[in-house]
């Protein structure tokens, strides 16, 4: 009778262990990049516009702020806020759309290091 086969150690990848990270790293860049020059090109777009923004547009401006980061840190100007606006609608259209964005994207990361988490513990995802 054959003898029960050993646990044998899994097989290596063959490749270096940092070069998934060099990946995502690239990866992440590329997408700021894009972020950040589509919101960019939003909100020129936008100020062409003669109307004072209000309660939408300032939603807008809102949710492209914190996408304007990567373009920001850059060293490239961008205008994240509409100086002549209709007052009120428009600062709460702003914030509201910050803190959607904000909990679209905390929400995400947040989902991740759950998943990770648990991933880690054994538990099931």
């Known amino acids: 009778m054959p ?3 050993q646990d044998e150690p899994a097989p290596t990848t063959g490749g270096p262990r940092w ?5 995502r790293g ?10 950040g020059t589509g919101s960019s090109a939003a909100m020129r777009w936008d100020s062409r ?5 209000g309660f939408g547009r300032g939603l807008l401006h ?8 990567p373009t920001l840190l850059a060293g490239r100007d961008q205008t994240v806020y509409a100086e002549r606006n209709e007052g009120r609608p428009y600062k709460l259209g702003y914030s509201m759309g910050v803190n ?4 679209a994207f905390f929400g995400w990361f ?3 290091v759950r ?8 538990l099931r995802t």
């Open 49 to 53: 516009i003669a109307t004072p923004p």
């Open 62 to 69: 809102g949710a492209l702020m914190p996408l304007a980061w």
């Open 110 to 112: 947040f989902a991740r």
């Open 26 to 35: 690239a990866a992440t860049v590329l997408v700021a990049l894009a972020v």
């Open 100 to 103: 959607v964005c904000g909990l």
């Open 3 to 5: 003898d029960a086969p």
């Open 115 to 122: 998943r990770w988490t648990r991933r880690e513990a054994g």
């Open 19 to 23: 070069i998934p990270w060099i990946r």
